[in-house]
Every structure is written in C-alpha cells, then in structure tokens.
C-alpha cells in the first residue's frame, strides 16, 4: 500500500510539472528595412517548434495583412524567431521569455534581395546607396587601416595610342621621324568627402554572411608620405596619400537587423574622417566622410 501511494504521489508531481508549465504569447510586426512600414503576408516562424503562420490551424492570417503575427501558449524560453518573404532576405532574431514575463512583443525586419551590398541612407522611403566614388583612389592596408591616392592616372576620353615610327627610308635614305607620342593619360584628382552631420546613422548591406562580428570604426583622415606606410600597396615613388590615424580611431555602434545588413551608429569627430568596415581583422570597405 505505501508503494502505490508512492507512485501515485510521483505520477501527480509529474503531472503537476507538465499540466502546469507556464505558457505565453509572442507577437509582433514584420516590416520593410528601409522603409519602417508594415509588409503584407510575411511568413513567421518560431525555430525548431511548431508555431508557423503557415500551419492549417493558425488563426491570425487576416492579420498577416497588417504584417502583423501573434503565436499563443508558447512555453517560456528562449527562442529564434525568423521572418521571410518572397523576394526579400530573411531575419532571425532571438527573444526570451520567463515566468515573470512570459508574453514578448517585438518588431523584425526584412528587405528586398534587390538590394546591393554597400552603405545606404536610414530614414528614407526607399533603399538610397551612398555611392562610394573613392574606391578606385582606396589602397590595400595592413597595419595602416586604410590609404587613398591623391590622384589617379586615368585614360584619357579619346585618347589614342601613340603611332609608330615610320621605319621606311625617305628619298636620301634617311628614317622617317617617329611621330610624337600622345598624352594618353591624365591624373584624375581624389574626389572630395562626403559632407554629413556628427551623428551618424546608416545601414550597411554586407556582400556575404557573417560569421563573425561586423567591426565599424571612424579615424581621422591625414595626408602623409607613403614612406611612412609602407604596409600600403598601390603607391609610386615619392607619393603622398590620404590615411587614417590608426591611433585616434572611434568604434561605431553595429546593430544586427536582417541577414547581412546591419544599422551604423554614432557620433564622429569633426573633420575628414575614413569609415572602415572590417571582419576577421580585414577590410571590407572605407568611405571618406567630411563632418562639419
């Protein structure tokens, strides 16, 4: 008898355990990167479980219009929330919920695949790209950050190549002389920064998935001797360069918002600055920014 009532008394704590886990809602809204507004008909789901806005028996797909979703006696936990639709990149982000607070609410991004890699304006109706016009000035850096020539050599429009000489014999047998050879290049001259505001806030669409830490710092922009940085490849001679002052830099804020595009925040300095963008200690790309 003492036996049965004690695998009575643990098959009513198991079912205690079980019949009384503490449960919650998770819901929220699926919106444009760029845009902030609301995205029909996204799709939403919680990893590994079973809660999907694409299951038979999810009730809020009228919702779904609105962009907005809601998953009901979710157990508390910590969970991987994705987003998707057709033609845009996906999220993925993670939410926690506990016995004290076992409801979440929160707000995922998604944007359209159309979108190239590079820095784009935040607060604007669509994706606007920062063109970066200096990447053809940029030199390869190792300890030095990163490096701009002062001028580039660029081939002429109309530019022709030299004729050559005439190597047959004139009327006293003498050579014809060599034509003068044409100026088929000219020295195109670094485009001036872009002038913005001290607070920074951009995105940045990464060209491939990150595995690790996206990096985002801002360093002054110097004019110095190549001599000095000898680590930069792309220089001749006795060239002078623009290069960032590696010992005066400031680390931007990274926020994760989609797969692969991250939101840059921060305060820069006053004056020319060289934004470098860097993941397993190398560059990805720096952009030459004035700050008034």
Known sequence: MKKLLTICAAAL??????GCEKTGTIEGEVCDAFTGKALEMPTIWIDSTIYSTLKDKYKYKQELRKGQFKFEKVPVGTYKVLAGRSKYIKSRNMVTTTEENPNAKLTLYIYSDQVDPGLYISGVDAPTKISNQWVIWSTQCESSIAGYRLAFPQQAAGAKVPPKADKKKGKKGKK??????ADASKMTPLPEPRVVDGKLEVFYRNASS?????????????VGKVADHKDCKGFEGDEKGVFADKDKGSDLTVTYIAENLFKITGNLPKGKQ????SQDGKTLQTYYFEVK
Not at 13 to 18: D, G, K, L, Q
Not at 210 to 222: R, S
């Open 274 to 277: 060289i934004i470098q963008f």
């Open 13 to 18: 704590v198991a079912f205690a355990m079980t």
């Open 176 to 181: 014809g002389k060599a034509a003068p050879a």
């Open 210 to 222: 990150v595995t690790t830490p996206l990096i985002a710092k801002t360093f002054p922009a110097v």
